[in-house]
């Protein structure tokens, strides 16, 4: 099969597989639909108000720069803390040393709530783009760090050893034994800590007024625009899933494709 047919192959599975996706978003709006029932548009608009306010967000002038600037500290965040999480895991897993002086501190890191390095960052940073990066990179690094260091420790070891007797470098062993198998654990942790990036992201731009799509909620919070509220909601909850859905799972089908081998069309899991 030539490399096009089998990357269109590869795309139309993909696609067909964001079917369950959309019926569970679908499944969501209808249960946001019925709250909006029960409670009317000043406690929960309906999701065609807030597609509404979304249409009036998008002819404003500074909508991509808002966008933008949320994007690029949340990104950013993102993968400082997916490399440093990733390779202090690594380190972890391979040394025992360095596990057991590297696991209080994420214990520690983990056992201090996002807002009290908000308040760290802000003292450290005052009202910038480097609050909501820091913020993204302590919350989030130690979800990287935990799947990379589960990893290595649940690796085969005999087949590491069987290669090992037969002359293969720890270096390629790493990529072509460990690495592998650290990926299944690693994805789910990047999974985990692309979400909370841009959570982690809106809730210290609207904690230090630095701009961005959290000081626009912190606006709309102000004027008791609820929609316009649920609007920038949405437009990060979208902005997550894209980070998702159109990144990370673009990256593990092309890097695990070998699991799929065995599946019937379309079928995934």
Not at 107 to 130: C, D, E, K, N, Y
Request: charged share 10%; glycine share 12%.
């Amino acid at each position: 099969m030539s490399p096009i047919l089998a990357g269109l192959g590869w795309t139309g599975r993909y696609l067909w597989a964001g079917w369950a996706g959309l019926a569970g978003i679908f499944c969501f709006l209808a249960v946001w639909q019925a709250g909006h029932e029960i409670y009317g548009s000043f406690i929960l608009p309906s999701p065609a108000e807030t597609a509404a306010a979304i249409g009036a967000l998008v002819t404003r002038p500074d909508f991509w720069t808002i966008l933008g600037q949320s994007a690029g500290r949340a990104l950013s965040g993102f993968a400082l803390a997916a490399v440093i999480g990733t390779m202090s895991g690594l380190l972890a897993g391979y040394s025992f040393a360095a596990m057991r002086l590297m696991k209080p501190v994420v214990t520690v890191m983990l056992g201090v709530p996002p807002i009290g390095w908000i308040v760290l960052a802000l003292i450290w940073f005052g009202s910038s783009g480097g609050t909501a990066v820091m913020t993204v990179v302590i919350a989030s690094a130690p979800l990287s760090f935990a799947g990379a260091l589960e990893g290595v420790a649940k690796r085969d070891r005999q087949l590491d050893i069987m290669a090992q007797s037969f002359g293969a470098s720890w270096l390629y062993r790493l990529r072509t034994i460990t690495l592998p198998h650290v990926l299944s654990y690693l994805f789910p942790a990047w999974t985990t800590t692309a979400g909370s990036a841009w959570k982690v992201t809106v809730m210290a731009e609207l904690l230090s007024n630095s701009g961005g799509i959290g000081g626009e909620l912190a606006t709309a919070r102000a004027l008791f625009d609820i929609p316009l509220v649920t609007a920038w909601l949405a437009i990060t909850v979208m902005l997550a899933l894209a980070t998702d859905y159109g990144v990370l799972h673009v990256v593990r089908e092309a890097a695990e494709r070998w699991r799929s081998a065995g599946l019937p069309w379309g079928v995934k899991r």
